[in-house]
């Protein structure tokens, strides 16, 4: 319903009806006088008529003023009121790094869930999502349940109790847990798992974390989805995390050159690699190269340079090794091929992703300085990942990223540097131009207050005024 116009016929229909009393005479005239429009005033002159005794008519002329007040209704009064959530839904994991948190964020702005939260308060391992209502919190649940292997318990507090009309009030809180399992991470299952996984071996490669966990033996390229029940009933210990992975170079790469014997497994082929720390000087890369199986022949070649694990001066934890007792380890885990020639990858990213608008956590702000630099290389990691990995990028929007740079020939000669960098490196997964969205709103901030969206200049949010929510009081 569109606003009524200043000194228009609707708004004049609806400042006559504020008038008491004037349902006893007889209004003859009605006429706006002119007030400045930012004054927030509005004042009508009305002529009345009304008998009296014996046929005789009194007419009169007056002036009625109003005043404009601003005026929302009673689910945005409550959005913007302290402790007035209904259902809270505690998200967490236990890890040293939120990028999980950074791909579960673009999944709910894409899906559209947090629509209707109240507030979004980030916490030391996880984030806090504060809903109006139990179904939406309910709604939440569901869809974390759909994307991710969350194991949740829910718990009600009671608020209020009316005994006469046997109605109650409950706070309802849902603390849903997410494996420590990220992709890339080395894990170790247990003997019960792998038989029901038909005699897998127990030390795998986790390559995709959706509503399964996906993880692949690089010696026999027999990979095994692991469902949310089966996880939280034997979970795996994890072995090896991203912030142990040591970059190797690729001195030769070998595959059967007969098609029958190749092994391969989705989009994986497995070959002979023989590698090298790329950190150690040249008598000790020649001493120490290592020969090891792995599933990414398809995109190595002598020369590259790739992100392994170096099992073999990795110290492992107790129960790791007792899980792999009596097995003999591999002494090197290829598990991507990285870029290093691509400086400044940031900077001629040609896409942006949309954010949802968090408050800091008031017991976390004295550490915030400290956690800035982590959660500056977490957001970096992602932002790498989108780019190298076209199926964990398929889940998310992408969206086309406006550069505007004043010197135009600087930003010629910076481009032009950038693709001699890119010609050092082939295979590069470039992300097309048709794996971007146009950017038709400007901003999104989803928090307290709903949804606030700004296009083409004209601002619309869940608390637009109509002309019901205007207040008059006469004078």
């Known amino acids: 319903m569109d606003p009524a116009e200043l000194e228009s016929r609707e708004l004049m229909s609806l400042c006559l009806k504020k008038i008491r009393g004037l ?35 009194v007419e009169q002329t007056f002036v009625v003023e109003f005043i404009v007040a601003n005026q929302q209704c009673p689910d945005c009064q409550k959005s913007y009121t302290e402790h007035t959530w209904e259902s809270v839904i505690q998200v967490r994991q236990k890890v040293q790094h939120k990028r999980t948190f950074l791909w579960l964020e673009q999944l709910l702005i ?13 916490q030391p391992d996880g984030l806090d999502f504060y809903f109006p209502s139990k179904s939406l919190g309910q709604h939440m649940i ?10 949740c318990k829910f718990s009600k507090k009671l608020i209020t109790q009316d005994d006469r009309s046997n109605t109650y009030r409950y706070k309802y809180t849902w603390c849903a847990e997410i494996p420590p399992v990220c992709k890339d991470d080395v894990v170790v299952l247990n003997k019960r798992m792998c038989a029901s996984m038909g005699g897998v071996t127990p030390l795998l490669l986790c390559y995709k974390v959706s509503n399964t966990i996906v993880l692949i033996d690089p010696n026999t390229m027999q990979r095994v989805q692991i469902s949310s029940k089966a996880y939280w009933r034997d979970p795996p210990a994890v072995a090896c995390n991203r912030q142990q992975l040591k970059n190797f170079i690729v001195c030769d790469i070998e595959t059967p050159s007969d098609p029958d014997e190749k092994v391969e497994a989705g989009r994986f082929l497995q070959g002979e690699a023989t590698v090298m720390r790329e950190d150690q000087n040249n008598q000790e890369q020649c001493d120490n190269q290592f020969m090891c199986v792995t599933h990414l022949a398809h995109q190595l070649k002598p020369g590259d340079t790739c992100a392994g694990y170096d099992l073999k001066n990795v110290n492992l934890g107790a129960d790791v090794l ?25 900077k001629s990213r040609k896409f942006q992703l949309k954010t ?26 992602f932002m790498n990942d989108i780019e190298e990995d076209p199926d964990f990028r398929s889940d998310i929007n992408l ?9 135009r020939e ?7 540097g950038d ?5 050092e490196d082939d295979g590069f997964p470039e992300i097309g131009l048709n794996e971007l969205i146009d950017d038709m709103e400007d901003n999104l901030k989803i928090g307290k207050g709903g949804i606030e969206q700004k296009s083409m200049g004209v601002s619309s949010s869940a608390t637009n005024q109509r002309p019901s929510d205007y207040k008059f009081s006469s004078s």
């Open 23 to 57: 349902n006893k005479v007889k209004l003859t005239d009605a006429n706006w006088i002119w007030t400045e429009p930012h004054s927030r005033r509005l004042k009508i002159k009305l002529s009345v008529q009304k008998e009296v005794f014996n046929n005789a008519i």
């Open 110 to 122: 894409k899906h559209n869930v947090c629509d209707k939260v109240i507030n979004i308060r980030d």
């Open 142 to 151: 569901n869809f974390l349940e759909s994307v991710i292997p969350v194991r």
């Open 322 to 346: 007792s899980r792999l007792r009596g097995r003999d380890l591999p002494e090197v885990v290829i598990v991507r091929k990285t870029y290093p020639h691509r400086k400044n990858r940031s």
């Open 356 to 381: 949802l608008k968090k408050d800091a956590n008031e017991s976390n702000r004295r550490s915030r300085r400290k956690d800035q630099d982590q959660q500056e290389d977490d957001m970096e990691m």
């Open 399 to 407: 969206y086309r990223r406006k550069i505007v740079s004043k010197n």
């Open 410 to 416: 600087r930003k010629s000669i910076d481009v032009e």
């Open 419 to 423: 693709d001699e960098d890119e010609d």
